[in-house]
């Protein structure tokens, strides 16, 4: 390597162990391990970069000398071990693994056994002793580099196998003899030269090569791109895997041998105890791929009593330096504890907050750290539903509680599938398999829940759904998956691909059937940090709530006032909705103001029961905002159903002239009494009434038909056009305002103006305003302590915030609408046409929808509040679209000075997180 050239390969004993964006998360942790004195077996570190390289190659070959210094690492790896790569004496042999910087559990490849050749497995024989030993790590090695470097699929390797333990009589892999696995080694290389029409490379430093081009490509593979799309992970935050090359250490020397995999707390729960599963005599691949049942830590103790201790100690050092719970990897080889990896450990959102509110209190952590190391979004695996006590079931079968929760959906056997049918079509859907796979992935993410019948609570299905959060049953051994004929067997029952079943990943238990739910309660971890998260923010957090019912779980969730009331929700309840449709279809102003007459004491109430339940806290209430069309029938379903009241009216006409038939026939007095009874159910007068109304409705809603309705005739438009509607509910608003102060309930109602382009239209609401609030205040003696406001959702409002600032004491910005006029997209359109195309083809990096674009609407947010605080300084300013949850847009109205967000009850936890983090990240 010459002077200026730059280093890309890096021994454990020289790589910055800080630097994960260079070597990866697997390869600084190596290298700080190393360094820190744990036990780790030698190797070294190919670079980030140097696979960046690589994948910009057209030919994909490795860049100019990194391979001369691979070769470098592979000779003072020779003098570390004492041992030679491709020596037939003591022949070195290496783990072949990928890592990038954050953490993908299961999402790329790793080889085993390298090195391992017709020569070098003599010499493995000679060294160990142990014929079986050596084959059984050339078995593996062949269908590991077969598999990842070669593309041969598993299935191939499987069927071979599968027919050597049942040639031999056995089921588990430890009860086939040395001739056994030999057969299968020679099995296996056959399978590989009729699959690539090659033979097997023999030549070590030629598998070497091949390894590491396959681990590097392997960053472009689908089940990779898949994760990093999912999860949003951007080249900012992962850009290519490191590969990292380090000696092996062998679990399945014997019974002295071990495998396992680690969390410093359990990753399910939080508690603060070794939690995890080894697999005596095996090696790593066994724990994680979940093909044998493993055993749990705490079962070490009695097996190997030494090497329990030294592991606890190996947690204690782990989470001592790291500051934070690692999930980590270790080899027991002839009594010698080996530490493989660390990461930080992936856990539900249940788990992180237990662990943060008690890493604190025993000093490792700050209470800033601990709100950091919680993902705002996380939060919402808390709010899970969970099987309902009440409801009797009896579960067919028991696995291991691999990740809490339940799911209930039809039972699907394969990932394409559960994908075709849970993403695309909509269907909830359970995923069953023997055991998952990396390539899984896909159909990970359009599941409900998964259900393995083998494997642990560290296999790849268990560790991939923690962290997505979602309910999983893992090692479910009495159940019989039979993939190819899609069903499964449970003892005396089955279920098929179809069926209804319903899993809890907290106790582990399968039911048939779909059983129902409830909400889950806080646990006292999550209020105890989301009380420490009110202390930093800046940011006050409401919500959207449109009842009391609504608004008694906001306030369970920890909202401080109501941010969006929709007055429309109101109207719609059954109760309502015919009075609603006679205001609507009033031809006069009379008839109209009749209706509205009838409406004012349950708006009033309405508004009553929120100020109540939300005292002392702030309630928005927007004024009517959709097209009053949206309350009526579409002009269709109207004229079917005139057309078929028309013909049951002629009906009811003939039964009344057959009643009248029947007194001058002799007809028997059973017969008279059936007709009388059906002409007194049919009331023509009824049918003749109702007909009338649905063709007035129809006049209706033909005068109100609009070509674009969203940008029509909707809110201040509505209310300036029918003076009397806004009214009604200012009205309704302020005597329950000042009904409640005269009760001593202390109240804070804010009137909200939707879809407002100009400040005279404020102007004339606010006049109604002014004048109804005078009438209260000269009949009570006393004001109603009020304020008034306007949403912000039309691009001209935002252009001429300072003339509407003078008119309001608020805004509130409407993003949703806000979008979609400064997008020009209608929202409906757009979701189900082009958007998807735009977000896949990055034309968008996101749904604007779903994700607060910054650039655009974000900055005529940005501008209006700039605009609105010029002229009135204490101006307060809020968002109520349902960007308002999310914690990116939160950290954005943070930082452009807005005083609260709004969003749905439910999102309510996670926003005071995301306020904390943003008041947090804006402090450094």
Known sequence: ?????????????????????????????????????????????????????????????????????????????????????????????????????????????TILNLGLNAKTLQG??????????????????????????????????????????????????????????????????????????RPFPEDPYEQLLIAIKAVFGSWGGKRAVDYRRQFNITPAMANGTAVNICTMVFGNRGDDSGTGVGFTRDPGTGENLLYGEYLVNAQGEDVV?????????????????????????????????????????????????????????????????RTSVEMVKEGIIT????????????????????????????????????????????AVFDADRAEMLGKEQGFKVILVREETKPEDIHGFFASEGILTSRGGKTSHAAVVARGMGKCCVAGAEGIHVDVDKRIAIVGDTSFKEGDMITLDGTSGKVYLGEIPTVEPEFTDELVTLLSWADEVARIKVMANSDTPVDAKRALKYGAVGIGLARTERMFNDPARLPIVIDMIVADTKEERQEALDRLLPLQQQDFKSLFEVMAPYPVVIRLLDPPIHEFLPNENTLVREITELQQLAKNAHGLTALGAAMTLMQAPDKVRADVDGLRRQLDPMLVESVIVKKERMLRKVRALFETNPMLGHRGVRLGISFPEIYQMQIRAILEAAAECQAAGVEVH????????????????????????????????????????????????????????????????????????????????????????????????????????????????????????????????????????????AIAFCDKIGLDYVSCSGPRVPVARLAAAHAALHAAK
């Open 1 to 109: 390597m010459s002077a200026d050239s730059k280093k890309r390969v890096f021994a454990f004993e020289e790589g910055d162990g800080k630097n994960k964006h260079l070597l990866g998360g697997k390869g600084a942790n190596l290298c700080e391990m190393t360094q820190i004195g744990l036990n780790v077996p030698p190797g070294f570190v190919l670079s980030t970069e140097a696979c960046l390289e690589f994948l910009a190659s057209p030919t994909k070959e490795l860049p100019p000398g990194l391979w001369e210094e691979v070769q470098t690492q592979m000779t003072a790896l020779e003098k570390k071990t004492k041992k030679g790569f491709g020596s037939a004496e003591e022949p070195l042999l290496v783990s072949v693994r990928s890592g990038s910087a954050m953490s993908m559990p299961g999402m790329m490849d």
């Open 124 to 197: 493995v024989i000679k060294a160990t002793g142990d014929e079986r030993f050596a084959y059984d790590a050339y078995r593996r090695f062949i269908q590991l580099f077969g598999k990842i470097a070669l593309n041969v699929d598993d299935t191939f390797f499987d069927k071979q196998f599968e027919m050597v333990k049942k040639a031999a009589g056995v089921k588990e892999d430890v009860a086939l003899s040395a001739s056994d696995l030999k057969d299968t080694a020679e099995r296996f290389l056959r399978v590989v030269q009729e699959q690539t029409g």
């Open 289 to 353: 791929a979940g093909i044998r049942t493993p055993k749990p830590l705490v079962s070490l103790k009695a097996d190997m009593p030494e090497m329990a201790k030294q592991l606890d100690a190996l947690r204690d050092r782990l989470e001592g330096h790291y500051k934070e719970v690692q999930d980590f990897e270790f080899t027991i080889e002839r009594g010698i504890l080996y530490c493989l990896q660390t990461r930080n450990g992936k856990m539900n959102a249940v788990a992180q907050v």
């Open 367 to 410: 209470k800033a750290q601990a709100l950091l190391r919680v993902a705002p979004d996380s939060l919402e695996q808390m709010l899970f539903p969970r099987l309902d006590p009440k409801a009797k079931a009896t579960p067919v079968a028991s696995g291991l509680p691999a990740s809490p929760g339940a799911a209930s959906g039809i």
């Open 749 to 888: 109602p804010k009137i909200k103006v939707p879809q407002v382009c100009t400040a005279q239209e404020l102007k004339i609401v606010k006049k109604w305003v002014d004048a109804i609030h005078d009438e209260i205040k000269a009949r009570t003696g006393k004001p109603v302590k009020f304020q008034f406001g306007t949403m912000i959702e039309v691009v001209r409002a935002c252009m001429r915030a300072e003339t509407l600032a003078e008119q309001s004491e608020f805004f509130s910005f409407g993003t949703n609408d806000l979008t979609q006029a400064a997008f020009s997209f209608s929202r409906e359109d757009a979701e189900n046409k082009f958007l998807p195309l735009y977000t896949e083809s990055e034309v968008l990096q996101d749904n604007p929808f779903e994700v607060l674009d910054e650039k655009g609407v974000g900055k005529l947010m940005e501008l209006a509040v700039k605009w609105g605080r010029s002229v009135k300084p204490d101006l307060l300013v809020g968002i109520c679209g349902e960007h308002g949850g999310h914690p990116a």
